[in-house]
Nanobody
Framework: VQLQAFGGGLVQAGGSLRLSCAAS????????MGWFRQAPGKEREFVAA????????YYADSVKGRFTISRDNAKNTVYLQMTSLKPEDMAVYYC???????????????????WGQGTQVTVSS
């Protein structure tokens, strides 16, 4: 599976962006998909995830109520709609695919086997 994330950019605080992650391969629908982010000087952290059948979505507390993850299996694409953006949301955002798709480990990076290249989100205050 190859992943390509795009949609990042510069936005003012309070604004919105939608990130997309396009996947190659015919097994996309069987993977859980996640978004992670890494801010300068910080470790990469979990943002959101969606199970393979869109049966469940999971969010970091810091983005709950502001970000929405969704997927379109027909298009092999996962999305991250980000609203009410804050300066602390500024980071490189990565999409990733988890073949195991277990709820207990959905936020853990080591279970994600495939990673996209990242897209920069800059939030100005």
């Amino acid at each position: 599976v190859q992943l390509q994330a795009f949609g990042g950019g510069l936005v003012q605080a309070g604004g919105s962006l939608r990130l997309s992650c396009a996947a190659s391969g015919r097994t996309f629908s069987s993977y859980a998909m996640g978004w992670f982010r890494q801010a300068p000087g910080k470790e990469r952290e979990f943002v959101a995830a969606i199970m393979y059948s869109s049966g469940g979505t999971y969010y970091a507390d810091s983005v709950k109520g502001r970000f929405t993850i969704s997927r379109d299996n027909a298009k092999n694409t996962v999305y991250l709609q980000m609203t009410s953006l804050k300066p602390e949301d500024m980071a490189v955002y990565y999409c990733a695919a988890d073949p195991t798709g277990h709820r207990a480990t959905i936020a853990l990076q080591r279970f994600y086997s495939y990673w996209g290249q990242g897209t920069q989100v800059t939030v100005s205050s």
